[in-house]
């Protein structure tokens, strides 16, 4: 009788007297109307409320008060729209295009690697071809200013060393022989020096370089805290042998004399390449292996042969040396400031603009000041690149020419030519006449 009765009398009747009242009614009055009335009093009511009135509360309230009717009023419109208008939007929209797009663009991938930065723009907008050789000390037990070994002193440090490296190099695709920026990496302690990465490596300085392979190069960097102390650097340094054995000491300095050497052999002058060396320092070498130091390198940097005068640097021909002191270890810095600028500073021919010393290894503190000083001379300087490397040039070239350059090749020259004719012949003929 109902079935007969029901598709008889109104077929849409049915579905409202039989199944129930409220299901018929639904699509009977109205399934604009009465579906956003039912979800306002029924289990609807929150689905249809939240995502009107915020997207938010219906994720809280729904999957709570109504699983069933979330999923199909929700999962179509709410998690959309949040996506879109909320931080959801960057999972959705990001993971496909972002990482597809972004790493292809040059500048951002650097930024994708890791909190590292793009490539300076003096080497991504000028195509010079230059080396830079990273060298990176390894000692030291990573003090805070505390005087404690912390994980994060160690992290922060190579963090950075990474960061220096994405800093001067990008990817380059398309690219047959040598890289416009090659960049080698060399680690010291106290007991040895290694290159861990040439400057002629042929995944990263030779053919094709592609943003994952900066990617992998800025990891294995900037990851080194992890494969030299695996248990961490706290860890491994609570055994008193290890804390002991790589504690900065003068009887036994870092071998950065013998890193200068590597680095040394693995540059070409022929090449006729910029050629800079970024040198990161844990613990400071005492002043007999700091004069060693100047008196084997001072010359090589000036021509990068080994027989440089002053004012070589400014044909180009030799190298140019960026200085990098952190940590309590060295110790580097006087309460948090860059006070030991003048370390090592042969290296840098007395630029003390190329010298930069802090005694935390704080990362806002390095890009305010390391790696500025790694962008001045590597990335800004091409134009006046032979100022920096040679300060003594300019009264050279310039109104005191003679002043400078006599007193270098013969300091008996010059009063001799210069300061005048007379009180300079005089003398030079015949002092006693005179």
């Known amino acids: 009788n109902d079935p007969t009765r029901d598709p008889t009398a109104d077929p849409t009747a049915d579905p409202t007297t039989d199944p129930t009242a409220d299901p018929t009614k639904d699509p009977t009055a109205d399934p604009t109307t009465d579906p956003t009335k039912d979800p306002t009093s029924d289990p609807t009511n929150d689905p249809t409320r939240d995502p009107t009135a915020d997207p938010t509360a219906d994720p809280t309230t729904d ?23 909320d931080p959801t939007a960057d ?17 951002t991938v650097v930024p994708t690697i890791s909190p590292t930065v793009a490539i300076c723009e003096g080497l991504n907008d000028d195509p010079r071809e230059v080396d830079v050789v990273i060298l990176a000390d390894t000692d030291g037990r990573y003090r805070n200013r505390n005087d404690e ?9 190579f963090d950075m060393i990474g960061d220096a490296m994405t800093k001067v190099k990008t990817s380059e695709y398309g690219n047959v022989g040598n890289t416009r920026t090659r960049v080698g990496y060399i680690e010291f302690d106290k007991n040895t020096a ?17 943003d994952q392979e900066i990617i992998d190069y800025n990891n294995f960097i900037s990851q080194r805290c992890d494969d030299l102390y695996p248990t961490s650097p706290e860890v491994f340094f609570n055994d008193t042998t290890n804390y002991e054995s790589h504690a900065c000491d003068d009887a036994t300095p870092t071998k950065l004399y013998d890193a200068l050497a590597l680095a040394r052999s693995q540059i070409n002058p022929a ?26 390198y001072e010359d090589y940097i000036r021509d990068g ?17 960026v200085m990098i002191g952190m940590g309590n270890d060295g110790p580097f810095g006087v309460d948090g400031q860059d006070a030991d600028d003048d370390y090592i500073e042969c290296l840098a021919e007395n630029d003390t603009d190329r010298i930069w010393t802090h005694n935390s290894r704080d990362p806002e503190q390095f890009n305010d000041g390391g790696m500025g000083a790694i962008i001045s001379t590597i990335c800004e300087r091409r134009p006046t690149k032979s100022p920096t490397v040679d300060p003594t040039i300019d009264p050279t070239s310039d109104p005191t020419r003679d002043p400078t350059r006599d007193p270098t090749a013969d300091p ?18 015949d002092p006693t006449k005179d």
Do not use: H, W
Request: proline share 13%.
């Open 305 to 321: 042969y080994g027989n440089g005068a002053a004012g070589n640097n400014q044909l180009g021909d030799g190298i140019n040396v």
């Open 91 to 107: 999972p959705t929209a990001d993971p496909t295009v972002d990482p597809t797009t972004d790493p292809t663009v040059s500048p």
């Open 271 to 296: 090449d006729d390449r910029e050629t800079f060396l970024v040198i990161f320092s844990n613990c400071r070498v005492p002043a007999t292996e700091e004069q060693r130091i100047c008196t084997e």
């Open 412 to 429: 008996t020259k010059d009063p001799t030519s210069d300061p005048t004719a007379d009180p300079t012949r005089d003398p030079t003929s």
């Open 63 to 85: 999957p709570t008060a109504d699983p069933t009717k979330d999923p199909t009023a929700d999962p179509t419109t709410d998690p959309t729209r949040d996506p879109t208008s």
């Open 149 to 157: 070994t912390r994980d994060n002193q160690c992290y922060n440090y």
């Open 194 to 210: 290694e290159i861990l990465t040439q400057l002629d490596d042929p995944v990263v300085n030779m053919n094709e370089v592609t």
